[in-house]
């Protein structure tokens, strides 16, 4: 009878194995279950990068106003007749201005070539 009894307890084991420990067993559908929650988070913030970058896409195509503000933010532009003002934080020394040595120099007309006769 007990021989029996063990007999019975290890068939049960060996049943129980593939479920628990197998292919497509509990453990692995945790595992899954858990890469699948971390890949929707890691899809959900693409998603969200996706839809901004469409949304300025669609700004740069309509209008001038989204051009003008990356011209401005970063490459400095500026429009004529504005003046720039930069606000340094507190404890930054301003840096050194050197002075212009050479003037602005206006063109002048000059006389037309002659053409060279040979």
């Known amino acids: 009878m007990r021989l029996l009894l063990i007999v019975i307890v290890a068939l049960v084991a060996l049943i129980q194995y593939p479920l628990w420990m197998g292919r497509g067993g509990w453990f692995s ?25 469409a949304a300025e896409v669609e ?44 003037p602005p120099v206006k063109p002048t007309a000059s006389p037309p070539s002659k053409p060279l006769l040979r």
Do not use: I, Y
């Not at 195509?61 to 503000?69: H, K, L, Q, V």
């Open 29 to 53: 559908v945790w595992d899954m279950q858990a890469q699948v929650t971390d890949q929707r988070m890691v899809n959900d913030g693409l998603t969200a990068r996706n839809k901004a970058l």
């Open 59 to 102: 700004d740069l195509r309509s209008g001038t106003e989204a051009s003008e503000e990356r011209a401005r933010s970063e490459l400095s532009m500026m429009r004529q007749g504005e003046v720039f003002v930069q606000v340094l934080p507190q404890g930054v020394k301003a840096p050194e201005l050197k002075p212009n040595l050479n």
